[in-house]
Nanobody
Framework: VRVVQSGGGSVQAGGSLRLSCVFS????????MGWFRQTPARGREGVAA???????SYLASVKGRFTISKDNAEDTLYLEMTNLKPEDTAEYTCVADYRPLAKADGGDWWPGGPAVREPLNGYWGQGARVSVVS
């Protein structure tokens, strides 16, 4: 699977950005997708996931502000980010995995656990820097 990621940049707090990833190759197998972000302070955290059946899940701190979507015809994954906050500053990377990254009910995988599961293997995008300035 080949992944081409685009988007990112710098924006003022309250602004919006969109990230996208185009997948090509065996997207029939690697069909569950998600977005992760990484900072030195927090490490890597799952931001949003979308399963092949359309089930989605979100990191609690981005619920209501971020939207993950997928254009199946174009094998393109999106992350619309609105009302951005300085704490959203991070390196964002998309991923495709063969197993679901969102739990069937969209909730946390276990009590107190993540809403976006770490991929077991996964094909990753190149990453994009998102900087939110106050």
């Amino acid at each position: 699977v080949r992944v081409v990621q685009s988007g990112g940049g710098s924006v003022q707090a309250g602004g919006s950005l969109r990230l996208s990833c185009v997948f090509s190759g065996d997207t029939y197998t690697w069909k569950h997708m998600g977005w992760f972000r990484q900072t030195p302070a927090r490490g890597r955290e799952g931001v949003a996931a979308i399963n092949d059946d359309g089930t989605t899940s979100y990191l609690a701190s981005v619920k209501g502000r971020f939207t993950i979507s997928k254009d199946n015809a174009e094998d393109t994954l999106y992350l619309e980010m609105t009302n951005l906050k300085p704490e959203d500053t991070a390196e964002y990377t998309c991923v495709a995995d063969y197993r679901p990254l969102a739990k069937a009910d969209g909730g946390d995988w276990w009590p107190g656990g993540p809403a976006v599961r770490e991929p077991l293997n996964g094909y990753w995008g190149q990453g994009a820097r998102v900087s939110v300035v106050s």
